[in-house]
């Protein structure tokens, strides 16, 4: 990877053996893609999550966080958004949530594609 080191999609818990080695190959590669087409800084909010740590942070129980499919990314203004999701789009992701603070993408091959949503309770 270009942009980001492997630490940084490890799971926070300090229980579980981290789970940086989880992560889709294809996800970190588009994700590296996209932050070169963007020009920006991509801070990783959340990559791999064990499932205790995903059901204390409020997970959904089929997160794709769980096997290595998603990331958050921190996003706080309006401008970084658009920039973010173009790029993230030209590359090829396909399934993007839309929070305030933040985008999460993934790859995940079990879940419908070409979808754009709001965390769950709405933004």
């Known amino acids: 990877m270009r942009y980001f080191?492997?630490?940084?999609?490890?799971?926070?818990?300090g229980h579980c053996d981290g789970g940086a080695g989880r992560m889709s190959p294809s996800l970190l590669e588009r994700l590296d893609a996209a932050r070169d087409v963007a020009g920006l800084p991509f801070?990783?909010?959340s990559g791999?999550?064990?499932p205790a740590h995903n059901r204390a942070v409020g997970g959904v129980a089929?997160?794709?966080h769980t096997r290595?499919?998603?990331v958050d990314?921190?996003?706080?203004?309006s401008r970084e958004r658009f920039v973010m999701l173009r790029a993230l789009l030209e590359v090829g992701?396909?399934?993007i949530e839309?929070?305030?603070?933040w985008l999460h993408v993934d790859c995940d091959p079990d879940k419908p594609g070409d979808v754009a949503f709001y965390p769950r309770g709405g933004v």
């Open 93 to 95: 992701f396909r399934r």
């Open 73 to 77: 990314i921190r996003c706080v203004s």
């Open 43 to 45: 801070v990783v909010n």
């Open 98 to 101: 839309l929070a305030p603070t």
């Open 5 to 13: 080191e492997a630490s940084e999609f490890a799971c926070p818990c």
């Open 48 to 50: 791999y999550r064990c």
């Open 68 to 70: 290595g499919y998603a």
């Open 62 to 64: 089929d997160s794709s």
